[in-house]
């Protein structure tokens, strides 16, 4: 399997910004949709963001949109997570997984997931 490392996260107030990166362990990882879930305690865990192979369509979930922007760089093998205006609602461990064959936002769908990075905002 694809081995996905993120990082960038921490402890920032509300309102302030963070940007979580996802790096592959291999060349494979311009061929697959990348998403960003996140699970907050005692919550399941939920899609935040999903980018196709190629960069060119991106989607998220209402409760982000307008803050948050996925991005990708295949050539380092890296994904993005850009958070801006930040609620401690969007504290959570945040995930980056991969898929080929997949554009979706059910994690169920995602074969290759990162360890996670611990992102918490307080007002």
């Known amino acids: 399997q694809v081995q996905l490392v993120e990082s960038g996260g921490g402890l920032v107030q509300a309102g302030g910004s963070l940007r979580l990166s996802c790096t592959a362990s291999?060349?494979?990882?311009?061929?697959?949709?990348v998403g960003w879930f996140r699970q907050a305690p005692g919550k399941e865990r939920e899609s935040v963001a999903r980018?196709?192979?190629?960069?060119?369509?991106?989607d998220y979930a209402d409760s982000v949109k307008g803050r948050f922007t996925i991005s990708r760089d295949n050539p380092k093998n890296t994904a993005y997570l850009q958070m801006n205006s930040l609620k401690p609602e969007d504290t959570a461990v945040y995930y980056c997984?991969?898929?080929?064959?997949?554009?979706?936002?059910?994690?169920?769908?995602?074969?290759?997931w990162g360890q996670g990075t611990q992102v918490t905002v307080v007002s």
């Open positions: 291999q060349g494979t990882f311009k061929w697959l949709t």
């Open positions: 980018i196709t192979p190629s960069g060119s369509t991106t």
């Open positions: 997984a991969a898929a080929g064959g997949y554009y979706s936002s059910d994690p169920r769908d995602y074969a290759h």
